[in-house]
Structures are given as structure tokens and as C-alpha cells.
């Protein structure tokens, strides 16, 4: 009864921060890598960043030098802190992870249920 549950969107002015939050419940043995990813309205679902186990990160480069990406393997959790945000950056984000559950030992992308940050000018 894997589940990724989100928290941290809202409405912020251009330049703000907002950080995004997305914990893992459930009968899980391991988690892989961990990512954000977001869609914005008539758009593809783009990768915003992701981070391995071992802590590499990936970003897109729309994004780079102004989002960063963390983890907690003790609290089963991904962070995304977002700074110097822009209108363009207003999407669903949406949290995803490779875990592997108990109750099948297979490792499977789950995806988090998307929370929306909306950017005004």
C-alpha cells in the first residue's frame, strides 16, 4: 500500500520561494531515485529535477541555479526548494519515485497525486 503524499504548493509573486515537500508511506524495503516533475495547462509533463540514492542530483536547465533538490532517506522523503520564481514555473508538480514494496519486490515508479504552484507577475 505504497503512497506518495505531497505538500507546499500555493500562490507566490514572482521572485518568492515556495518549497515543496512529498513523503513515502507504506510497506516499502528501498527507494531508488526520487524527482519532480511538473505540467503546466496544454503542456507535456517535463522532469524539473531528480536525485539518486546516493544523492546525484539532475535539473533541468530551465530551473538550474535557482532550484534545489534534497532528500531524507530516514524520513522517506524528497524536498524541492524553489527560489527566484517565475511566472513560466506556475505547473502541477508532481512527486515521483523508483521503490521497491514489500509486498511484491519489484521496483515500480510511483507518482504522488501533483499539488499546483501558481507564480503572478
Known amino acids: 500500500q505504497v503512497q506518495l503524499v505531497e505538500s507546499g504548493g500555493g500562490w507566490v509573486q514572482a521572485g518568492g520561494s515556495l518549497r515543496l515537500s512529498c513523503a513515502a508511506s507504506g510497506s516499502i524495503f528501498s527507494i531508488g531515485t526520487m524527482g519532480w516533475y511538473r505540467q503546466a495547462p496544454g503542456k507535456q509533463r517535463e522532469l524539473v529535477a531528480t536525485i539518486t540514492g546516493g544523492g546525484n542530483t539532475n535539473y533541468a536547465d530551465s530551473v538550474k541555479g535557482r532550484f534545489t533538490i534534497s532528500r531524507d532517506n530516514a524520513k522517506k522523503r524528497v524536498d524541492l526548494q524553489m527560489n527566484s520564481l517565475k511566472p513560466e514555473d506556475t505547473a502541477v508538480y508532481y512527486c515521483?519515485?523508483?521503490?521497491?514494496?514489500?509486498?511484491?519486490?519489484?521496483?515500480?515508479?510511483?507518482w504522488g497525486q501533483g499539488t499546483q504552484v501558481t507564480v503572478s507577475s
Open positions: 515521483n519515485s523508483r521503490i521497491l514494496a514489500v509486498a511484491t519486490m519489484f521496483s515500480e515508479d510511483y
